[in-house]
């Protein structure tokens, strides 16, 4: 990735419910691991994209 790159990144945002959906409630099946600073699940937006969240 270049700088440029970088500058033109956005994160998603989403709301708490949303993510208690999309971790099916922070089950065990979508639990990645942890993280330096809590536990990290694995989530599918809406739109497909497959990302881990903290």
Known sequence: MTLKDYE???????????????????????????GSFGSVYKVILADGTTVAVK
Not at 13 to 34: K, Q
């Open 8 to 34: 033109e990144f956005t994160l998603p945002m989403i709301s708490h419910r949303e993510l208690v959906h999309a971790t099916s409630n922070f089950s065990n099946a979508n639990f990645l691991g942890n």
